[in-house]
């Protein structure tokens, strides 16, 4: 499915080559989740973490989008795999090891598990990681890094799905539509996912 996405001034899609830098920028905002702490213990293996799905998933499957070293979103379209080649995968779980030992990767698996098991079965644009640094939160660039995607969905007529990692964001995606469909955990004692689900705008 092709998405017809205009990008104001200041944002820009990634170019392969950009790789680390969307995930950089993604580790810096995503320094505080919850949720990545639980998974992968320190910055180090959640850098690692977000490399690897960059470099191997969101930018050759997906669409990411950069704004200056402030911001940055990863997105897989309707019909777009999340799956790695098995080589990636071993490759990752490696320098989980190296970074974080092997809890991390039991805690990945759990984590996956679980995503997968919530994820829709329906067609929708997902949002995988949407993050804006410490030094460029407060002046609305998460809505101008989120405003092109929601308005090519709704062109196509299609939901937007994510997992909220934090409970900090939930009032920040549900100004932006989206609805709580579902709140789980990896495992006992896990900070909460929750799914949320916004429908496509002005479609009829």
């Not at 702490?37 to 989008?65: D, K, Q, S, V």
């Amino acid at each position: 499915m092709m998405f017809d996405v205009s990008l104001p001034d200041g944002i820009q899609a990634a170019s392969p080559d950009e790789w680390q830098r969307v995930a950089d920028i993604t580790t810096d905002a995503f320094a505080k989740d919850p949720v990545s702490l639980w998974t992968f213990g320190n910055a180090e293996a959640i850098r690692t973490t977000f490399r690897t799905m960059a470099r191997r998933i969101y930018l050759p499957n997906g669409i990411c989008h950069i704004a200056n070293a402030a911001g940055a979103t990863m997105w897989l379209p309707p019909g777009n795999s999340e799956e790695m080649a098995l080589i990636y995968k071993v490759e990752l779980a490696l320098r989980l090891m190296q970074h974080a030992g092997t809890g991390a990767i039991r805690r990945t698996l759990q984590i996956d598990a679980q995503m997968t098991r919530h994820h829709p079965k329906h067609d929708h644009l997902y949002l995988f990681t949407i993050g804006v640094v410490a030094a460029g939160r407060g002046k609305g660039l998460g809505r101008r890094l989120m405003a092109p995607m929601l308005a090519a969905a709704d062109k196509v007529g299609v939901p937007v799905y994510l997992e909220n990692s934090n409970p900090a964001n939930t009032g920040f995606y549900m100004s932006q539509g989206f609805v709580s469909q579902q709140i789980f955990q990896a495992a006992p004692g896990a900070p909460p996912l929750e799914a949320m689900e916004r429908p496509p705008r002005g479609t009829l």
